[in-house]
């Protein structure tokens, strides 16, 4: 560990304003974007670039970004909830608490970071780079899992038992990001130029060719495992729509067997009815009752209500039907009559006892098919009369025939026809009773009736016992799924909805499994990348380095002999092949030796490098200045010509010796000889020649007392000219 300076001051103030605005567009627009499209695919987000982005700029430019995080965050989220119609002042509150959660672990992630490898570390070596993703990704990213988690726990929109896995995917989808995005933000912040300088391609390339491919194989993982869930719910389904067809079966067994009873009986009165119906009830207790309906012309109607008044004792029988208003009043005049003449048990339906069934349109509906077809009929869900609540109810209806069998031909059924076997239901009570075992105890059970497609009717919900699963940040939601049968010639369908267990919400462990995994992996792989890479960056500057050092003079910073003479060559073919002209400038101090007498080699070398440095700001930048070794110097003038060139030499004359040095003996300075060459493409010579002319003509500069400079004659190949 090593202290290291803060980073916080890196953004001038003038700057902090324009790029937090930057930051907050850039952090709303990616954060709202993952959310829609894991939306959009029925996804949790695996990965959330967005905390790799909020780590990047707070790492780089400091604290004063971590209000950007805080609104880009919670911008990104009101807008996603905003535009699915599902934003509620809960909901804004735990944006909030996300948005703070996102810039604290943003600046606690880059403080660890400063802390730990510095500012603008180079990722290049193993312990930086391992530090940096651990600490920048999986450790600080226990924070925002932390208050998400949290605060959607507190909210209600997840129950303790789904926080762990809940908290676990919001922070292997956040140190994905961090792992994954962070490098590649970090390399497109001006301040990293250097950094990230010859290796930002070949770290982006493959690490988001490595997290497409990690979201394409999480992806397939949850589209397999909602098919397979999927399956397990279908499959469920079909054994509830099974257990309530053999339950509803076993009622049709009593309600052929009452409609038995009453064929092997002329006259059934109230006390044999009641004695068979209470056996049959006891063994059934989910039928709500049972009725015997007989079919009554209008001509029998008063002495069947006397009948039943003075043979059957039952005080007060009136043939009843529902006034506009929904109140029981006697009937009306009709064609015929069917009628609850007897029901069991009494109690509770005293009601219905009496009530023409033929004067409701949905119960005429179910009569017609039963007297049409001579077999069992329902009636679509209808209100029972001695229904007190608002569940719905059903009648079953068995004709029985005079004589005990049913006429094969049309005319025969309808004259021979006395009655109705009737089971009454309440649905409600119906779907309680047939799913009233463990196995059903977590899971919602709807009836619908759907003998008209067009026009499903929900009949009746049974509730799961057991309380729900709540995690309303589950992009799946709850799956259903639905089998139907049919009823007495009504076709019902039974849909399930598993809402705690194994089968209620299984994609977040499966989500969660995937992302921790996800995390590992590209975590192994960003830190190979950024080694590799680092290593290689690191080489290319040691070479660049081996190579400037190979060719560069260690006292002055110029080029040395060897680079020199490289340089000069290429300097020859270029002037050969664009037929331009250059000047070459051979340079050798006079009195050097002096120097080094009096005032020391430390003197001699202050000297050497005050020269250089007049010689670097006199030349122009194009052109080359080396130390050839000792008090000797050289400098190429590029596109030259020999009259510039003469200028020039005129020009270091003076300024050379205008260089001195302190030293105990006063102050020191040197004198300077001159050798001027043309390199002319219309006289080539090689490089060698070349020099050695330069050099003669600089011997005889200083041999004719030095601080002047000579050229050759261009006609006379080895004359010498006087002083310029």
Not at 5 to 30: E, F, I, N, T
Not at 69 to 91: E, K, P, Q, R, Y
Not at 464 to 484: I, Q, R
Not at 690 to 710: E, I, P, S
């Amino acid at each position: 560990m090593r202290a290291a300076a803060s980073p916080w001051s890196a953004l001038p103030a003038r700057s902090v304003l324009p790029w937090s605005l930057v930051v907050l567009g850039v952090y709303a627009l990616v954060g709202a974007a993952t959310l829609s499209i894991g939306q959009y695919a029925g996804l949790a987000s695996p990965v959330w670039p967005a905390a790799g982005l909020a780590f990047a700029v707070v790492y780089e430019w400091g604290w004063r970004m971590a209000p950007a995080v805080v609104a880009g965050s919670f911008v990104a989220n009101i807008v996603t909830l905003a535009l699915t119609d599902s934003l509620t002042m809960t909901d804004v509150g735990v944006a909030s608490a996300i948005a703070l959660g996102a810039a604290l672990q943003a600046v606690a992630a880059s403080w660890l970071v400063v802390w730990t490898v510095g500012h603008r570390a180079s990722l290049s070596g193993g312990t930086q780079i391992v530090a940096f993703l651990l600490l920048a990704g999986p450790l600080a990213c226990l924070i925002n899992s932390t208050v998400a988690t949290g605060a959607q726990v507190a909210a209600g929109l997840v129950s303790i038992d789904k926080a762990l896995l809940v908290g676990v995917t919001w922070w292997a989808g956040d140190a994905i990001g961090v792992v994954v995005f962070a490098p590649l933000v970090l390399m497109l912040l001006p301040g990293q130029r250097e950094v990230w300088a010859g290796r930002r391609a070949r770290v982006a390339i493959p690490s988001l060719i490595g997290v497409a491919l990690f979201v394409g194989f999480f992806a397939q993982a949850d589209v397999q495992t909602r098919a397979e869930r999927q399956l397990l719910v279908a499959a469920l389904a079909s054994d509830a729509a099974g257990e309530l067809e053999r339950n509803v079966a076993l009622h049709q067994e009593v309600l052929e067997g009452m409609s038995s009873f009453f064929k092997s009986s002329q006259l059934v009165d109230v006390e044999e009815f009641s004695t068979y119906a209470s056996g049959a009830l006891e063994r059934f207790p989910n039928l709500q009752a049972l009725s015997w309906n007989p079919l009554l012309a209008a001509e029998e109607l008063v002495a069947f209500e006397q009948n039943q008044r003075v043979e059957q004792g039952l005080d007060g029988y009136t043939v009843t039907e529902r006034n506009a208003n929904g109140e029981l009043v006697p009937v009306g005049p009709r064609e015929e009559y069917v009628v609850v003449a007897y029901i069991e048990p009494i109690a509770g339906n005293e009601q219905a006892l009496g009530f023409d069934i033929n004067s409701n349109p949905a119960r005429q509906e179910a009569i017609a098919r039963a007297r049409e077809l001579g077999v069992a009929a329902a009636t679509a869900p209808i209100d029972l009369i001695q229904e007190a609540g608002t569940q719905k109810g059903m009648l079953a209806l068995v004709p029985v025939y005079e004589g005990g069998e049913r006429p094969s031909d049309p005319a025969g059924q309808r004259a021979a026809l006395r009655g109705f076997a009737v089971g009454v239901y309440r649905l409600g009570d119906l779907l309680n009773d047939t799913f009233s075992g463990p196995g059903w105890r977590n899971v919602q059970v709807e009836l619908v009736d759907v003998t008209d497609p067009a026009s499903p009717e929900e009949v009746a919900v049974r509730v799961a016992p057991d309380p729900p699963t709540v995690d309303l940040t589950a992009t799946d939601g709850s799956t259903t799924a639905g089998d139907e049968f049919s009823v007495y010639g009504r076709n019902w369908r039974v849909e399930v909805t598993p809402t705690s267990g194994a089968l209620a919400n299984p994609t977040r462990a499966v989500a969660s499994s995937i992302d921790v995994l996800g995390l590992v992996l590209l975590t192994l792989l960003q830190a190979f990348i950024l080694l590799v890479t680092g290593n290689e960056r690191a080489a290319v500057r040691r070479a660049e380095d081996a190579s400037v050092e190979a060719s560069t003079d260690e006292l002055t910073g110029l080029q040395n002999r060897r680079a020199f003479m490289r340089t000069l060559t290429r300097v020859g073919e270029r002037t050969l092949q664009d037929s331009s002209s250059d000047v070459l400038l051979y340079i050798d101090l006079d009195r050097f030796k002096s120097v080094n007498d009096h005032g020391g080699h430390e003197a001699g070398d202050r000297l050497l490098q005050a020269v250089a440095r007049a010689l670097r700001v006199t030349v122009r930048s194009r052109d080359v200045v080396a130390r050839l070794g000792g008090d000797e110097f050289a400098v190429i003038l590029n596109n030259c010509d020999m009259e510039r060139g003469v200028t020039i030499a005129h020009t270091l004359v003076t300024t050379i010796s205008a260089q001195s040095v302190s030293s105990d003996a006063g102050p020191l300075s040197v004198g300077v000889s001159i050798g001027v060459v043309l390199i002319d493409p219309a006289l080539p010579i090689d490089i060698d020649e070349l020099v050695r002319r330069a050099d003669n003509a600089c011997y005889t500069a200083k041999n004719r007392g030095g601080g002047v400079f000579v050229h050759p004659v261009a006609a006379v190949s080895e004359g010498l000219s006087p002083q310029a």
